[in-house]
């Protein structure tokens, strides 16, 4: 079975500073890997997701992530935040053949200015 | 197009009563999805469904059931509501396939259970 961890439940950052937000998966077989985004009281909203090929990718509002079969990782960053991507962030993976999408706990960036 | 659409946004339950949150979908995805979102927990599977007739549990599907008799439709049924059962439910939608496997979103039900 597939799962999900994130290392960080909460991460503070200054406006205009670099970010990243860590994600760790466990998976036996080759898997999907997703970053959701939640803004308040909202549902949640695809950031970007790698489905094969180059290990880079790159999302929306500025985001990308990379992929690291060795390592089991698919870390999302950006260079420079804006007090508008202050949201939960969400890391997910499913199983290439199948849809069933297993999420991790969730990553609170909450943007100082 | 409307999307993934859930009613209703809100609801409070007295324990022991029963209630179904309703799902709705116009993308013609096979693949339909319950989750439960608390503090700290992130989002977790309740059920979900490959397809019409065809539905299967998740990590926690215990107080809830589900049935799957159209393609655009994933009512989640709560038998008998227990504070437990107090939480932010998403409902979602996707492809089943292999090029298409985002999952879209509904604006989630907020439900107490008094």
């Known amino acids: 079975a597939q799962s999900v961890t994130q290392l960080d439940s909460q991460v503070p950052v200054f406006e205009e500073a670099p970010v990243e937000l860590r994600c760790n998966y466990s998976s036996s077989v080759s898997v999907y890997l997703f970053w959701y985004v939640q803004y308040p009281n909202q549902g949640l909203q695809l950031l970007l997701k790698y489905l094969s090929g180059s290990t880079l990718v790159k999302g929306i509002n500025g985001f990308e992530a990379e992929f690291n079969k060795s390592q089991t990782s698919f870390h999302l960053r950006k260079p420079s935040v804006h007090i508008s991507d202050t949201a939960e962030y969400f890391c997910?993976?499913?199983?290439?053949?199948?849809?069933?999408?297993?999420f991790g706990s969730g990553t609170r960036l909450s943007i100082r200015p | 197009n409307a999307g993934v659409t859930q009613t209703p946004k809100f609801q409070v339950l007295k324990t022991g009563q029963s209630m179904t949150l309703q799902c709705a979908q116009d993308?013609?995805?096979?693949?339909m999805s319950w989750y439960r979102q608390d503090p700290g927990m992130g989002l977790r599977l309740i059920h979900y469904s490959v397809g019409a007739g065809i539905t299967d549990q998740g990590e926690v599907p215990n107080g809830y059931n589900v049935s799957r008799s159209t393609t655009e439709d994933f009512p989640l049924r709560l038998l008998s509501a227990a504070p437990s059962q107090t939480s932010v439910y998403f409902c979602?939608?996707?492809?089943?396939?292999?090029?298409?496997?985002?999952?879209?979103f509904g604006q989630g039900t907020r439900l107490t259970v008094v």
């Open positions: 993308m013609n995805h096979e693949y």
């Open positions: 997910a993976v499913a199983r290439s053949s199948a849809s069933k999408i297993i």
């Open positions: 979602a939608s996707s492809y089943s396939g292999t090029r298409e496997a985002e999952a879209f």
